[in-house]
């Protein structure tokens, strides 16, 4: 081969890659006059049989035309890739051919969720959300809840006191005190929160648990039939239509009258089952009418005033209402357990 017509060859070569329209042909071109057994590597190996004098100029142009026909097949690659949004697209790195990356979702957990819905469910009769310390001191978890020192719960077997005037709450209850402490009547607030006994792990107890408090304080009179209308609405909204509230006389020392609540047995709808153990309720909450003596605690005069209050346990309606049997489940944060509450 001449050196003219090594031009020639380069000239139809450099033409054919600028002429490739897709990456199949782009190969083949590679293939054909750089790869292993190619055209160009050819003509370097047949390099013995030029003669000497030529053999410097000719080895100069045959790696320029391999160096020349490397680049044009680069370009012409990255040129291809870009025109159809192909990977390694250097002027743009992300590649849209790939399929998303999904990301995977939480679900909010069954505690926060009872307590979202109960904010809801409160919030359309008015009552806003009020928050309190999980550390409290002993006259709002207490004294000002009428609760004397003789009362067991003030045990150190039942309270986890961290100084003689600090102590983990045992209830939501203070809750109450530092809202009406902090504002005139009427108040109407719900408080949830994480309250804290020295109680052993089993499948119903847990030493720290969350409870929602429940105050409503008025000017104008209150009675136990506006406590009941609402916690029977709550029923309803919280646990589906058909099911209603009962009252049974209780006690509590911050509450006069007192009651302890049960909810219509969602799964029978109160005909018995083995969830309400036949009998058709289920027990989910105190309540009663606030007693004056807290009143008093808190600077409100009890002559002027009437409320009502009420507490309930949220890991307990969420295993009533999801059918979980293990209060321990909702703490191991297992998320085969968490995304069957999906
Ligand atoms: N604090 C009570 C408990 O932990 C629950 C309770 C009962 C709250 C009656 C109240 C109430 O506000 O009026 O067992």
């Not at 050819?42 to 030029?50: H, R, S």
Request: glycine share 8%; with cysteine.
């Amino acid at each position: 081969m001449t050196l003219e017509e090594l031009e020639q060859a380069k000239a139809a070569c450099l033409a054919e890659i600028a002429a490739a329209a897709d990456a199949q042909t782009i190969e083949t071109l590679r293939v054909k006059y750089v790869g292993r057994n190619g055209a160009i590597p050819a003509l370097i190996k047949a390099m013995k049989d030029v003669p000497k004098e030529d053999r410097p100029a000719f080895g100069k142009a045959v790696q320029a035309w391999k160096a020349e026909a490397e680049d044009a097949i680069a370009e012409k690659k990255t040129k291809l890739q870009d025109a159809g949004g192909g990977r390694q697209n250097s002027a743009h790195p992300c590649d849209a051919t790939l399929p998303g990356r999904w990301t995977d979702f939480g679900v909010e957990h069954p505690i926060s969720r009872v307590i979202s819905d109960a904010a809801r469910i409160f919030g359309k009769l008015g009552f806003t959300v009020a928050d309190g310390p999980d550390i409290e001191n002993p006259f709002n978890n207490f004294t000002a809840l009428n609760t004397p020192p003789h009362h067991p719960s003030q045990d150190r077997t039942d309270t986890f006191w961290l100084t003689s005037d600090t102590l983990l709450r045992t209830q939501t209850s203070p809750v109450q005190i530092r809202v009406m402490q902090a504002n005139k009547p009427p108040v109407r607030v719900i408080c949830p929160g994480r309250t804290y006994r020295r109680d052993t792990t089993d499948a119903t107890h847990s030493a720290n648990f969350h409870q929602i408090e429940g105050l409503y304080v008025d000017t104008k009179p209150v009675s136990l039939a506006d406590l009941k209308s609402v916690l029977a609405y709550f029923a309803k909204e919280m646990m589906g239509d058909g099911v209603g509230v009962r009252f049974r006389p209780h006690f509590f020392p911050f509450t006069e009258p007192s009651v302890e609540v049960d909810f219509t047995c969602h799964v029978c709808k109160g005909k018995g089952c083995n969830v309400c153990k036949q009998s058709g309720w289920i027990e989910i909450a105190g309540a009663g009418m606030v007693d004056p003596r807290v009143f008093e605690h808190v600077g409100y005069n009890p002559k002027e005033v009437s409320g009502y209050a009420f507490g309930f346990g949220v890991e307990r309606i969420a295993m009533i209402k999801y059918g979980i049997p293990d209060i321990r489940w909702l703490y191991e944060n297992d998320v085969r357990f968490l995304h069957q509450m999906a």
